[in-house]
């Protein structure tokens, strides 16, 4: 069973950057980083493939947002550049072994337990 650990969050202004950090232990073959706001349902911001695979971004980060892996430390990253108050979320990595990365929260099967992203 792949444990994980968020860590990065914080409070940051608008226009801000933060990076997560995401330690994996286990073997995972898609990563992925989603949110939930209050009252929201939980969606997907960025996927990648492990080992050198495709991403995704959603659109409404695309060109902000960058997902990275690190397969020395076990970690992927979500940079996360001029930040928007509507990007003010809980934010989760997810894993899963599917040889194509979904973008749906239900098609995986081990999380993190969130890390709080507020920009003012």
């Known amino acids: 069973h792949v444990q994980l650990v968020e860590s990065g969050g914080g409070s940051v202004q608008a226009g801000g950057s933060l990076r997560l950090s995401c330690d994996v232990s286990?073997?995972?073959?898609?990563m992925a980083w989603f949110r939930q706001a209050p009252g929201k349902e939980r969606e997907v911001v960025a996927t990648?493939?492990?080992?050198?695979?495709?991403?995704y971004h959603t659109d409404s980060v695309k060109g902000r947002f960058t997902i990275s892996e690190d397969s020395a430390k076990d970690t992927v990253y979500l940079q996360m550049n001029s930040l928007k108050a509507e990007d003010t979320a809980m934010y989760y990595c997810a894993a899963d072994l599917r040889l194509s990365c979904s973008i749906w929260a239900g098609d995986y099967y081990s999380w993190g337990q969130g890390t709080q992203v507020t920009v003012s």
């Open positions: 286990g073997y995972t073959s898609c």
């Open positions: 990648i493939r492990t080992g050198g695979g495709p991403t």
